[in-house]
RNA sequence: GCCUUCGUAGCUCAAUGGAUAGAGCGGCGCUCUUCUAAGGCGUUAAUGUAGGUUCGAUUCCUACCGAAGGCACCA
């Protein structure tokens, strides 16, 4: 890696100087005319040496001559910056690793496992655009650390018990349904909600149905909730086929229930009654006070999240478990996590949460094509529909399996090319519109790389024209580190800028200058084809992106 | 009311305290006899307000304005 080289070269130098205790990066600088790494070490030892740090970026870059290997030149610029031009012949070696296999892994996650557990989508309610933005990020963020080197334990956790399985049941039962799937279960639960909100006296009877799905006692409900259930969960698996997740392991509410439940009540110097439930005082710690166990004896999502916590160490030794929500839980998770490490001192640190934003719509287009609410699945049948059309334009079969990697593509894009915490703005049009800074341009540059390959594999090879790197090759180097730096922040919205940069890049090359000539192409322009095709493959993979064969 | 997060171009997003704040969409003007035009080239336009810290602030701090989320038995 040459710019752990640079960097070191750097220490040492400023260390030749005394300023050992300096930090400062080296880095990608804003533009090519500034090389391929800069480095603001001159202008942050400024001050501990006490000198202009124009003058000490001279002295370093006097310091610095000549001693990295794969840097042809050193310049001072600037304020104070020193600035790492490559040689030709190292950006060559970089685009022929990119040929390789392992490119784009490194080793932040050596020996670590991880569990990561996202998705997360409730049986008998629809799975709507949060859990496919949660499946979207949480997917990207197992890959990512998958490149890095660590284990990862992919877990899906599910709400099939709780008040909102009762309501949909009580409507259920109440419209003469014996048998639930989703759609019927899902409709039921909207139908109660509403109920509910105008007839509040009818709670009692929801609550009632609520301890029998955990007592087990009414062969009706019985029925009813595994007939659900089982629809739900059947239907959850063909979506996580369709986004490309396997996930290792399932956790259910049922199961973290009981278990949470036995927590809390052991626990009597972490929580205290108040009102009949069993409460943990937040606000003690600055946080919100919240029940664990409410006064019909039920264990909220917060003991259940404890049991969830048991349940997942029982299940696997793990370095450090993440879990992707909508950003809306946040707060609520800072008081899960202050009650579990109370509990257990020593899992402090191992339990870390990540939230999205929320999918918000832009003003007036909240409906999908046909008419109803946008739940995941109809926004991903419309972007398939979409896809198809402008398939048919282009004369293409197998529209189906196609179509499908460009929706996907689609929507995974739109969620990961912004950092994770913030809503995300849906805007239909936009959205089906697969142009510009969008999941599909990038697909489509990697199918296009492909198809030069193809055609190349008959072409005659010729040596290399002389000529200095192009900027698409300069810009293929970065890409381990991109990913590293996505794996530490658990980040992938850099992998993706970064890869819409990269497809920028060729298809700007692509257009100015034709590689394959009266059939023959030459070895430089065949070894950056196969470099870029292998970073997008690589980097689409790392983003949960499929790649299309043809478009 | 309290807590958290966030305000960047007309719109949607980038920018580990650094160089001329980058893209896409939209608008305007070009570009397919040539490896896939879902492409390319040019042009238009921005850091909410007021202070502070710093050699240097979109980034850190304070206040204000605005937005989103959370704040007891929902998840």
């Keep these: 890696m040459i710019r752990e080289n640079i960097e ?26 500034h090389g391929d790494y800069a480095t603001n070490a001159a202008l942050a030892a400024g001050k501990f040496l006490k000198k202009n740090p124009k003058e000490v970026a001279e002295l370093l870059t006097k310091e610095l001559q000549g001693k990295i290997e794969g840097v042809e030149k050193i310049e001072t610029a600037g304020a104070g910056f020193i600035n790492f031009t490559l040689a030709g012949t190292a950006v060559k070696n970089i685009v022929h690793e990119a040929h390789e296999k392992e490119w784009g892994s490194n080793d932040l996650y ?59 049941i009580w409507r259920m039962k109440n419209s003469g349904i014996k048998i639930a799937d989703l759609q019927s279960s899902a409709k039921a639960y909207v139908e109660a909600t509403a109920i509910v909100e105008d007839n509040p006296e009818v709670q009692p009877q929801i609550d009632e149905i609520n301890k029998k799905i955990y007592d087990r006692s009414d062969p009706e409900i019985n029925a009813l909730y595994d007939s659900g259930r089982k629809a739900s969960l059947e239907h959850f698996e063909e979506l996580y086929k369709t986004l490309g997740t ?28 108040s009102e009949g439930a069993i409460i943990f005082r937040g606000e003690n710690q600055g946080l919100h006070t919240r029940v664990f166990i409410n006064k019909l004896g039920l264990p909220t999502y917060e003991a259940k999240d404890l049991g969830l916590a048991e349940l997942k160490k029982e299940k696997a030794r793990f370095d450090s478990s993440i879990t992707i929500t909508a950003s809306e839980q946040t707060e609520y998770f800072k008081v899960v996590m202050a009650a579990l490490i109370q509990i257990h001192p020593e899992w402090k640190g191992q339990f870390t949460h990540v939230s999205h934003g929320m999918m918000r719509f832009a003003e007036g287009k909240m409906s999908s094509r046909k008419g109803n609410v946008i739940t995941g699945e109809s926004l991903l049948m419309d972007l398939k529909d979409a896809a198809k059309e402008k398939m048919k334009e282009r004369k293409i079969e197998d529209t189906e399996k196609i179509a499908e990697q460009v929706a996907v593509g689609a929507i995974k894009y ?39 390959l193809r055609n190349a594999a008959s072409a005659k090879i010729v040596p290399p ?24 922040e658990l980040e992938p919205h850099y992998v993706t800028t970064y890869l819409t940069e990269l497809a920028a890049a060729f298809n700007s090359w692509y ?15 065949l070894a950056v084809v196969k470099a870029i095709e292998n970073t997008l493959a690589k980097g689409l993979q790392v983003l949960g992106i499929p790649a299309p064969e043809e478009m």
């Design 465 to 488: 024209q002389p000529a200095g790197p192009m900027p698409v090759e300069r810009l293929i180097i970065y890409f381990p580190e991109v990913v590293e730096r996505a794996a530490n």
């Design 246 to 273: 396997k996930f290792d392991c399932y956790f259910f509410e049922s199961e973290s229930g009981p278990i949470g439940l036995e927590v809390v009540k052991k626990h009597t110097e972490v929580f205290e009654e």
């Design 110 to 168: 050596k020996n670590k496992t991880v569990m990561v557990e996202y998705t997360d989508p409730n049986p008998f309610k629809v799975f709507h655009i949060g859990h496919l933005m949660s499946n979207a990020i949480g997917e990207s963020i197992a890959r990512v650390l998958e490149q890095s080197g660590a284990k990862v334990i992919r877990a899906n956790y599910q709400g099939d018990v709780g008040p909102h399985v009762a309501k949909a």
């Design 8 to 33: 070191k070269a750097v220490k040492e130098a400023l260390g030749a100087f005394g300023a050992t205790d300096v930090s400062f990066v080296v880095e990608r600088p804003g533009s090519f005319e």
């Design 414 to 452: 739109s969620v990961l090319r912004q950092a994770s915490g913030k809503d995300i703005i849906f805007d239909q049009e936009k959205s089906l519109s697969v142009e510009g800074d969008s999941g599909p341009y990038v697909q489509y540059a990697l199918v296009r790389a492909r198809a030069l």
């Design 511 to 525: 257009a100015s200058e034709r590689m394959i000539v009266d059939g023959t192409i030459t070895s430089r322009s």
